[in-house]
């Protein structure tokens, strides 16, 4: 199985700043289609997680421009332009490239 | 609008087995080429993908869970359910049903609120 590991794992931030997180699988993520197969979730207190970014780069319908997903192989980063309030919970990656999908740890995002 | 609503028992005794459906509105679970996938969390921990089942009735299941799973599908109710034979303390948790999709696309959009599973005596 490929083992996602996320960094870093509390991630305090002033709204208004950017904010960066990482995410490195044990193997290569990326699929003969030319696409690597990662995705990120934000999973906010009491909820299910909620799609953020699909296969690297794509920002799911709604999500705000100031979130970006970047990557490739087994390097990927998610970053937030200007942190808002709203954006606090645990964020995680996740590779689609093979069964079983696998996240990492989770990156909990609080405000300072 | 897909929406997915899980429900089934939310204590389990050691040894049994845990039953959960995924009621699906909005959309067939069989239309289109999606998958339908179970996901557990612990409480204060990560996210564990559990198993799928496609259109076709295929399954994919984690190897972790030692052949404990299985998942099917009712096309007459639109349900997807989930078996776990066995269950320990270790099982406890809250589980998704998420769809997949489309064609593989490795991504869950539309996830359930989950249930809360407490297996104990």
């Known amino acids: 199985e490929i083992v996602m590991t996320q960094s870093p794992l509390s991630l305090p931030v002033t709204p208004g700043e950017p904010a960066s997180i990482s995410c490195r699988s044990s193997q290569s993520l990326l699929y003969s289609n030319g696409y690597d197969y990662l995705d990120w979730y934000l999973q906010k207190p009491g909820q299910s997680p909620k799609l953020l970014i699909y296969?690297?780069?794509n920002r799911a319908s709604g999500v705000p421009d100031r979130f970006r997903g970047s990557g490739s192989g087994t390097s990927f980063t998610l970053e937030i332009s200007r942190v808002e309030t709203e954006d606090i919970g645990v964020y995680y990656c996740?590779?689609?490239?093979?069964?079983?999908?696998?996240f990492g740890q989770g990156t909990k995002l609080e405000i300072k | 609008q897909v929406q997915l609503q899980e429900s089934g028992p939310a204590l389990v005794k050691p040894s049994q087995t845990l039953s959960l459906t995924c009621t699906v509105s909005g959309g067939s679970i069989t239309s289109g080429s999606h998958s339908w996938t179970w996901i557990r969390q612990p409480a204060g921990k990560g996210l564990e993908w559990i198993g799928r089942i496609y259109t076709s009735g295929e399954t994919n299941y984690n190897p972790s869970l030692r052949g404990r799973v299985t998942i099917s599908a009712d096309t007459s109710k639109n349900q997807v359910s989930l078996e776990m034979s066995s269950v320990t303390a270790a099982d406890t948790a809250v589980y998704y049903c998420a769809r997949e999709g489309p064609a593989a696309a490795g991504y869950f959009l539309h996830w359930g609120q989950g249930t809360l599973v407490t297996v104990s005596s």
């Open positions: 296969l690297t780069s």
């Open positions: 996740m590779q689609a490239l093979q069964a079983p999908y696998t």
